[in-house]
């Protein structure tokens, strides 16, 4: 079972024209995201992302970035 957001809902329609179609879009997705990561409680939930590939990131991904990270800081050290 998948919840879907209701194009035709009068506060995703007011919203829209308030604040236009990208802003909807954004609340959109966070509804979706919510939903998908949290359905029972609604709150946000931490999720690792990849904002060049604007995705969220593989378990490696982030690895890597901490790897990297630590050697950065580790050079940087008197």
Request: hydrophobic share 35%; glycine share 4%; aromatic share 6%.
């Amino acid at each position: 079972m998948k919840e879907v957001v209701d194009e035709d809902d009068e506060k995703l329609k007011n919203l829209r024209k308030e604040w236009g179609e990208e802003v909807k879009n954004a609340v959109k997705t966070a509804l979706v995201e919510l939903n998908e990561f949290n359905p029972s409680g609604r709150y946000t939930v931490p999720v690792l992302w990849n904002f060049e590939q604007e995705r969220k990131a593989t378990l490696k991904e982030g690895i890597a970035h901490m790897i990297k990270e630590i050697k950065t800081r580790k050079r940087k050290l008197p």
